[in-house]
């Protein structure tokens, strides 16, 4: 079926890097564009990351820039979000989402059930 | 500022009407971008609940509508009912933060 599932989340150390992983299945992923949005514990949804349908463009939210990454493998699938310099206010749920529309009309129809990053020591 | 906002909470009884308010700027609503509306069940990921301001996708009860004037937009729940207890989401696009943007959300308690 239509679906997204992330993975690769979990508890990291201030200053260290992770990757998220997200699989698509039952649609074309390389005619959609995707993005990664975060959801810190008890707070509302903020946009990170978006990538175009064949990777040629990314943009970012001001507080990860440098520090994040946003790539596609549309032979795997497969969107990811490299995190690097992690810092605690990096702690929240991850989902990545479907992208619908051209630039300035983007929505998301289609989410992952989100994975959860912890950056703690 | 890039901001997106919302009444923190609003609540009703069930068969009653309430209304969201999302309130913008020009750099969002008040250009003209279209604004989206998501659902987030307690526990769950964020769902599409309308799109392009007053678009429901396939699936979504006519119970929920949307609208949008000037630097404003609106969601409207009709017939409300137990399951539409949830936290409502805002989102349009801002040209300052050349990406989306989403409201602070709403907590939608059914009495």
């Known amino acids: 079926q239509v679906q997204l599932v992330e993975s690769g989340g979990g508890v990291v150390q201030p200053g260290r890097s992770l990757r998220l992983s997200c699989a698509a299945s039952g649609f074309t992923f390389r005619s959609y564009g995707m993005n990664w949005v975060r959801q810190a514990p008890g707070k509302g949804l903020e946009w990170v990351a978006i990538?175009?349908?064949?990777?040629?463009?990314?943009y970012y939210v001001d507080s990860v820039k440098g520090r994040f990454t946003i790539s596609r493998d549309n032979s795997k699938n497969t969107l990811y979000l490299q995190m690097n310099s992690l810092r605690a206010e990096d702690t929240a749920v991850y989902y990545c989402?479907?992208?619908?529309?051209?630039?300035?009309?983007?929505?998301?129809?289609?989410w992952g059930r989100g994975n959860l990053v912890t950056v703690s020591s | 500022q890039s901001v997106l906002t919302q009444p923190p909470s609003v609540s009703g009884a069930p068969g009653q009407r309430v209304t969201i308010s999302c309130t913008g700027s020009?750099?969002?609503?008040?250009?003209?971008?279209?604004v989206h509306w998501y659902q987030q069940l307690p526990g769950t990921a964020p769902k599409l609940l309308i799109y392009?301001?007053?678009n429901r996708p396939s699936g979504v009860p006519d119970r929920f509508s949307g609208s949008k004037s000037g630097t404003s937009a609106s969601l409207a729940i009709t017939g409300l009912q137990a399951e539409d207890e949830a936290d409502y989401y805002c989102q349009s696009y801002d040209s300052s933060l050349s990406g989306p943007l989403f409201g602070g959300g709403t907590k939608l308690t059914v009495l």
């Open positions: 990538i175009w349908y064949d990777g040629s463009n990314k």
């Open positions: 989402a479907r992208v619908i529309g051209h630039l300035g009309e983007w929505y998301f129809d289609l």
């Open positions: 392009a301001n007053s």
């Open positions: 020009s750099s969002n609503i008040g250009a003209g971008y279209d």
